[in-house]
C-alpha cells in the first residue's frame, strides 16, 4: 500500500507544455508535485527537501537530463530517477543505465497509463527503501540501546557482587565480633576451679551469634553461684544484651552485699536485676530467660530461680532423676515481679544439667532432640562424670541437628563429688624398685572399682612415676618422688610430685610404630586416666591424674 | 633370681616370675631370658606368675619377640592373668603377640606351625 501524500515528485523539463501537461497528469494522484524548468533550481530543491521521484528530461539547454540526474544521485542517492526523452538514442540510454543515473528510462510522448505506473511504482519502492532505512536505523538504535542496557546491567551485577561480597564480610566481621563478645563477656571463665565440684561444659556458637551466657561467681567457703541464660533473638545484638545481663547480675549481686552485709540469695539478686535491666529489655522488644543457681556444698543444697528457662534435669547417684523449675517470667517480660526459688538437696555423686534450649531444640527436619532425649542421656550417663556427659550430649544433639546449629548450644553439667576423703600422702625414692608401693598406695583408692579401672590407675601411677625417675631425675635413685591422692565420690586424683627437672608429657610426640619397642608409657597414660596434667607451683613439678571411676560398686558416695 | 624353664619337645617353656614385671625389674629378667633367646627356637612365656606388667616390662617382651623372630625362632605367650591382659588390650599388643590361654594350647600351635612348615 502507497502511502502517496509524503512523495514528493519533481518535474525537470525546459518546456513549460511538458510540465504543465505532466502536472495534470498527476493531478488527481496524491502526490505533491514541484515543477522547474531550470535544473539548478532542481538541485537547490532537492538540497532543501526531501524528495521521492525526479523525473527529467533528456535535452535541456547547458545539461542532459542524465548529468542532471547523475548529480541528483550524488546528492540524495535515495531518490528515485527517471528519464523522460523525446530522441530515444542507445548511447544516451547505455549511459545512463551505465552511470547507475536512472530508475526508468522514459519516452515522450508516455502513455499516462503507464507513465503513472511507473511513478506508482517508484512511490512504492521509494517508501519501502525508506521504510527498509527507517527500520534499520530503529534496528541499530535498539541495538544501541541494548547494548547500552547490557552494559549497565552488568554494572549493576557487579556493584550487586560488590555488595554482596561487602555483606558477607560485614556479616563475618559480626559473627567474629559476637564470637569474641561471647568468648570474653559471655561464657565462664576458669570454671574447673572449684574442688568439690566436677564440670562438664558444651559450648557451640551457631551459624549466626545467639545471646546464650554462662558464669561462675560468688564463690564462698559454702559453695558458688552458677547462672546460665539464653537472649532472645541472635547477632551482636543478642551478644551484647547476654553481656550486660550477666553483667548486672554480678553487679547486682555486689550491690546488694555490700548494702545489707550478707550474702544475697539467688532470688534477690535476680529481683534486683531484673528492677535494673526489665524497662531497658522491653524498651529493646527483648527478654533474656535464664537460670540461677546457688551451690551450697556445706549444705548439700541447691538454690534455683529459674525465669522462662527450660529447667534442670537433676540425676541422682541412684540413677533417679527429677526435673527443677520455677515458673518466673523471663527479665525483660514483666517490671516488679519478685522471682521465686526453687530448693533441692544434693548429695554427693549426683549431676545436674543445666542448658540452654539450643540443646532440647536442635532439630533433624521438624523432629526436634527435645526433653526426653536429654532425660535419657543424662539418666544413661550422668554415672560417667560431668566431662563425658556433656561430650556425650553435643555429639548426640549433633547428631540429631547437624553440624550447622540454629542456635546456640549451651550446656553445663555439674557434678557434685562431694569432699574429699581417703587421702593419701607417701613419699619414696626415685627407685622404679619402689613402684610396687607406689601402685599398693594408689590401688587403696579405687578399691571398689572393678579389675579394669584398678589396673588402670595401676598403670598410670607406674607410668607417670617412671617418667619422672627417667626425665626429671635422669635415673638417679636418691631423689625424692611424692604421691598424694583422694577420692571425690567417683573421681580419683593422684598427684606424683617432684623437685627434678621438669618436662611436659602433652607436647605433640611422634606415632609409635608398630615395631617400636618403647614409647608404651604416654600412650598406656592417655588410655588409662581420664586427664593428665602437669603443673609447676614454687619449685615443686606435679604431675596430676584424674580418673572417673565408672565401675564403682555399691558404695555410696556419702 | 632364677629362672623356671622347661623342655617340651623343641620349646623351652619360661615361667616369668612374678609378681611384677615392671621398670623395677626388667633389666634383671632380661639378662636371664637373653641366653634362651639368644639360642633361637620355640620358645613359650607362661605369665602366670605376673600380676602386673607395665611399659618396660611390655618393651621388653616385644624385644624378645623381634629377637627371636629375627634368629628364626617363634615366640608364645600363655596363661595372662586379667590385669596383664588390660595393659596388652589397652595398647593393642593382643594383636602383635601370639597369646594362649595356657601352656598345651601354646604347644599344640607351635606344633601347628612345624607341622605348616615341614608341609
Known sequence: ?558 | MQLITDTIGLSTIVTLPGPNLDAGNIDEIKLLVDPIIAKGGTVIFDMSELEFVDSSGLGGLLSCLRRLTHFGGELRICALTKPVRVLFELVRMHRVFEICNDRAEALRSLDKTDTAKVA
Open chain 1, 1 to 558: 500500500m502507497i502511502d502517496s501524500a509524503a512523495i514528493r515528485i519533481l518535474l525537470v523539463d525546459d518546456e513549460e507544455c511538458v510540465l504543465r501537461s505532466l502536472r495534470r497528469l498527476l493531478w488527481q494522484e496524491d502526490y505533491e508535485v514541484l515543477t522547474t524548468t531550470d535544473p539548478d533550481e532542481a538541485l537547490q530543491i532537492l538540497a532543501e527537501q526531501d524528495v521521492a521521484i525526479v523525473v527529467s528530461d533528456q535535452r535541456m539547454p547547458g545539461v542532459s537530463g542524465v548529468d542532471l540526474l547523475t548529480q541528483v544521485a550524488e546528492a540524495s542517492p535515495e531518490t528515485l530517477r527517471i528519464i523522460l526523452t523525446g530522441s530515444p538514442e542507445l548511447e544516451t540510454a547505455l549511459d545512463a543505465v551505465n552511470r547507475g543515473a536512472v530508475y526508468r528510462y522514459l519516452l515522450k510522448p508516455w502513455s499516462d497509463a503507464d507513465l503513472r505506473g511507473v511513478l506508482r511504482e517508484a512511490a512504492e519502492t521509494y517508501q519501502l527503501r525508506r521504510k527498509h532505512q527507517e527500520l534499520q536505523v530503529l534496528t541499530l538504535t535498539q541495538v544501541d540501546q541494548l547494548r547500552s542496557l547490557n552494559t549497565n546491567l552488568e554494572e549493576k551485577l557487579e556493584a550487586l557482587r560488590r555488595a554482596e561480597s561487602q555483606l558477607a564480610v560485614s556479616r563475618e566481621k559480626e559473627i567474629r565480633l559476637g564470637r569474641q563478645i561471647q568468648e570474653s563477656l559471655l561464657l565462664g571463665q576458669g570454671i574447673d576451679e572449684i574442688d568439690e565440684v566436677a564440670f562438664g561444659i558444651v559450648s557451640e556458637g551457631a551459624q549466626c551469634i545467639a545471646g546464650d551466657f554462662y558464669e561462675i561467681f560468688a564463690r564462698t567457703d559454702r559453695g558458688f553461684d552458677l547462672v546460665l541464660g539464653d537472649v532472645m533473638g541472635k547477632g551482636v545484638g543478642a551478644a551484647l544484651l547476654g553481656a550486660a545481663t550477666k553483667i548486672q547480675l554480678l553487679s547486682s549481686y555486689n550491690d546488694l552485699l555490700t548494702a545489707s552485709g550478707q550474702i544475697p540469695s539467688p532470688a534477690d539478686v535476680v529481683t534486683h536485676a531484673s528492677c535494673r535491666l526489665g524497662e531497658k529489655l522491653a524498651k529493646l522488644d527483648s527478654f533474656v530467660t535464664l537460670c540461677y543457681a546457688r551451690f551450697d556444698l556445706v549444705a548439700g543444697s541447691v538454690s534455683v530461680v529459674t525465669c522462662g528457662h527450660p529447667p534442670i534435669v537433676v540425676r541422682h547417684e541412684s540413677g533417679e532423676h527429677c526435673l527443677l523449675q520455677g515458673d518466673n517470667m523471663p527479665l525483660g517480660v514483666m517490671t516488679g515481679e519478685a522471682f521465686v526459688e526453687t530448693h533441692a538437696q544434693i548429695t554427693p555423686g549426683d549431676v545436674m544439667c543445666f542448658y540452654s534450649d539450643g540443646l532440647t531444640d536442635a532439630r533433624r527436619d521438624h523432629e526436634m532432640f527435645g526433653e526426653r532425649r536429654l532425660i535419657d542421656a543424662v539418666q544413661m550417663h550422668g554415672g560417667a562424670g560431668a566431662g563425658a556427659l556433656a561430650g556425650l550430649l553435643r555429639e548426640q544433639v549433633i547428631a540429631h541437628g547437624g553440624e550447622r546449629l540454629a542456635d546456640d548450644l549451651t550446656c553445663v553439667v555439674v557434678e557434685y563429688l562431694g569432699p574429699a576423703s581417703g587421702h593419701i600422702d607417701l613419699e619414696l625414692e626415685s627407685d622404679p624398685k619402689k613402684l610396687g608401693r607406689l601402685r599398693g598406695a594408689a590401688v587403696e583408692l579405687c578399691a571398689d572399682a572393678d579389675i579394669v579401672e584398678r589396673t588402670h590407675v595401676e598403670l598410670a601411677v607406674t607410668e607417670a612415676a617412671t617418667n619422672i625417675m627417667r626425665h626429671a631425675y635422669a635415673g638417679r635413685r636418691d631423689h625424692l618422688l611424692r604421691l598424694r591422692g583422694w577420692r571425690r565420690c567417683q573421681v580419683l586424683t593422684l598427684e606424683l610430685q617432684h623437685r627434678g627437672v621438669p618436662f611436659d608429657g602433652t607436647r605433640p610426640r611422634p606415632a609409635r610404630s608398630p615395631e617400636s619397642e618403647g614409647g608404651f608409657g604416654l600412650e598406656i597414660l592417655d588410655g588409662a586416666v581420664d586427664h593428665v596434667e602437669y603443673t609447676t607451683d614454687r619449685q615443686i613439678h606435679t604431675v596430676r591424674l584424674t580418673k572417673h571411676l565408672n565401675s564403682k560398686g555399691d558404695r555410696k558416695c556419702n
